[in-house]
């Protein structure tokens, strides 16, 4: 069975740090640019991070620059996003993505402009005192 598989969350008190994890299986990642998304209730989907396939390139939300770090372990098929001082306005279930093949705009993918080849079913963070 294809998919990805999102571990790490939890919750956190303001000011703490998470490492949330997206694991593909029955496919290897090195071929594919992977995003997080994050969803809060009653909001609608946002982008948070992005990393082409060989993670030479990256890009952020301006709401997380400084504070998250994405990385990617091709030969360990799991991609990860480090989160630092985390607000309680980070609190979202937090979804990966995988897009096979070259953005030609790689900036337009914290966007959400591009369709997933597949996605994650989410890990809920949570931040609160």
């Known amino acids: 069975q294809l998919q990805l598989v999102e571990s790490g969350g939890g919750l956190v008190q303001p000011g703490g740090s998470l490492r949330l994890s997206c694991e593909a299986s029955?496919?290897?990642?090195?071929?594919?640019?992977i995003g997080w998304f994050r969803q809060a209730p009653g909001k609608g989907r946002e982008g948070v991070s992005c990393?082409?396939?060989?993670?030479?390139?990256?890009d952020y939300a301006d709401s997380v620059k400084g504070r998250f770090t994405i990385s990617r372990d091709n030969a360990n098929n799991t991609v990860y996003l480090q989160m630092n001082s985390l607000k309680p306005e980070d609190t979202a279930t937090y979804y990966c993505?995988?897009?096979?093949?070259?953005?030609?705009?790689?900036?337009?993918?914290?966007?959400?402009?591009?369709?997933?080849?597949?996605w994650g079913q989410g890990t809920q963070v949570t931040v609160s005192s």
């Open positions: 029955g496919f290897t990642l090195d071929s594919y640019n």
């Open positions: 993505a995988a897009y096979q093949g070259v953005f030609v705009r790689f900036d337009l993918c914290v966007s959400g402009a591009y369709v997933a080849d597949y």
């Open positions: 990393i082409s396939t060989k993670g030479r390139k990256t």
